[in-house]
């Protein structure tokens, strides 16, 4: 089975500073992982994919992750934040099997970005 | 824009009042999901529709329904609701259920049961 693990329910950083929220993974078959953002009181909206195409994936609004098998990692990065990415972040990878295509979320961080 | 509509963005509803909430979509997908999402907590699916076919997961209540009349509609029915099923619940489509495949959320609808 699938799972995601997000490490710190809460990261706070200045405003400009380096963002790094983090995922690691567990599944026995290559996996397709997600980041999704949440704003309070919306719906999710994907951030970027990785579908085994290429390690490092640029997404939307500045953010970039990068997976590596040898940590079953895939953490999310942003150079310098911004205090409009001040929202909750979930990792998610895509079940197998019986759940296909369904996603399987971490438990979300919230990001905090302090002037 | 395509995109994916729920309706209403807040409902209040009595303890043990039938309550339903709908979902639209304009992307012509054709899988639909719905998810609840609990305050502080990562959404969960309760079922999706494959075109026409209803796939349910393992532990969602049987007190959660779904009707996908048409392509574009999907709704989410709950027969009795208790105070433990307040929560945001997620509408997502994506073309095919396939692994990678991304799905595309609509804002949520809000329960409050009093």
């Known amino acids: 089975a699938q799972s995601v693990t997000q490490l710190g329910s809460h990261v706070s950083v200045s405003e400009g500073a380096l963002v790094l929220l983090r995922c690691n993974y567990s599944?026995?078959?290559?996996?397709?992982l997600f980041w999704y953002v949440q704003y309070p009181n919306q719906g999710l909206q994907l951030l970027l994919k990785?579908?085994?195409?290429?390690?490092l994936v640029k997404g939307i609004n500045g953010f970039e992750a990068e997976f590596k098998k040898s940590e079953t990692s895939f953490h999310l990065t942003k150079p310098s934040a911004h205090m409009s990415d001040a929202a909750e972040y979930f990792c998610?990878?895509?079940?197998?099997?019986?759940?296909?295509?369904?996603?399987?979320f971490g438990k979300g961080t919230k990001l905090s970005v302090k002037p | 824009d395509a995109m994916v509509i729920q309706n209403p963005r807040y409902q209040v509803t009595q303890f043990g009042k039938p309550v339903t909430l709908s979902c639209s979509q304009t992307l012509n997908h054709n899988v639909m999901y719905w998810y609840q999402q609990k305050s502080s907590q990562a959404p969960k699916l309760l079922f999706h529709y494959y075109d026409k076919d209803f796939n349910n997961e393992a532990d969602t209540p049987d007190n959660f329904q779904s009707r996908r009349p048409n392509t574009s509609f999907c709704f989410l029915d709950i027969r009795s609701p208790g105070l433990g099923d307040a929560a945001m619940y997620l509408c997502?489509?994506?073309?095919?259920?396939?692994?990678?495949?991304?799905?595309?959320f609509g804002p949520g609808t809000r329960l409050l049961v009093l």
């Open positions: 599944s026995s078959v290559p996996p397709y």
């Open positions: 990785y579908t085994s195409a290429a390690t």
């Open positions: 997502a489509t994506s073309r095919e259920a396939f692994t990678q495949e991304t799905q595309y």
């Open positions: 998610a990878v895509s079940g197998y099997g019986g759940s296909q295509g369904n996603l399987i």
